[in-house]
T-cell receptor, first 112, second 114 residues
Framework: DVKVTQSSRYLVKRTGEKVFLECVQDMDHENMFWYRQDPGLGLRLIYF???????EKGDIPEGYSVSREKKERFSLILESASTNQTSMYLC???????????FGEGSRLTVL | AQSVTQLGSHVSVSEGALVLLRCNYSSSVPPYLFWYVQYPNQGLQLLLK??????LVKGINGFEAEFKKSETSFHLTKPSAHMSDAAEYFCAVRPNTGFQKLVFGTGTRLLVSP
């Protein structure tokens, strides 16, 4: 069974803290994605990676960075968390440009 | 550029009634189209997809969708709603060539009453 695992389901952080959201996939997929989900806005792409050490900005990259040192792991970093980054974060992966997108269960982040 | 419009942020039906969730897309090239479902506190799961070929696509849990190019639509239907269908549904579009991002609609929450 395919699996995308997000390490933290729920996090509470304070404004200004550095936050790491980890995502691991066990399918040897080339492409990995980070989305943000907010009510009424759907899913918005933050960053994606099509290979190890490669990254591309999505539609809303401001305030975020990513790291992909190994093929199976894609990390989302909030350098200095702000309250407007309170959201649900979803990681996804797929094999190649035409593959199906598989999602993790999400990480709900609250920034106080 | 691609975009997706889902009409209605909430749709309410009774158990056993027809489910119709609307999705219209905009795409400058032939698209691939998808419907995803999200159950509470879970990630998204693929329901069905249209790539090429038959325009009526059948998915999991009795759902189906029809690609209508002339109407730029990809509406999701199910003949008879079940309580377990209560979830949020997302339509998504991407071009059918190259490395392309998936663009999601804003979602429709389906409420099913007994």
């Amino acid at each position: 069974d395919v699996k995308v695992t997000q390490s933290s389901r729920y996090l509470v952080k304070r404004t200004g803290e550095k936050v790491f959201l980890e995502c691991v996939q066990d399918m040897d997929h080339e492409n990995m994605f980070w989305y943000r989900q907010d009510p009424g806005l759907g899913l918005r792409l933050i960053y994606f990676s099509y290979d190890v050490k490669m990254k591309e900005k999505g539609d809303i990259p401001e305030g975020y960075s990513v790291s992909r040192e190994k093929k199976e792991r894609f990390s989302l970093i909030l350098e200095s968390a702000s309250t407007n980054q309170t959201s649900m974060y979803l990681c996804a992966s797929r094999q190649g440009a035409q593959g199906e997108l598989f999602f993790g269960e999400g990480s709900r982040l609250t920034v106080l | 550029a691609q975009s997706v419009t889902q009409l209605g942020s909430h749709v309410s039906v009774s158990e056993g009634a027809l489910v119709l969730l609307r999705c219209n897309y905009s795409s400058s090239v032939p698209p691939y189209l998808f419907w995803y479902v999200q159950y509470p506190n879970q990630g998204l799961q693929l329901l069905l997809k249209y790539t090429t070929g038959a325009t009526l696509v059948k998915g999991i849990n009795g759902f189906e969708a029809e690609f209508k190019k002339s109407e730029t639509s990809f509406h999701l239907t199910k003949p008879s709603a079940h309580m377990s269908d209560a979830a949020e549904y997302f339509c998504a579009v991407r071009p059918n060539t190259g490395f392309q991002k998936l663009v999601f609609g804003t979602g429709t929450r389906l409420l099913v009453s007994p």
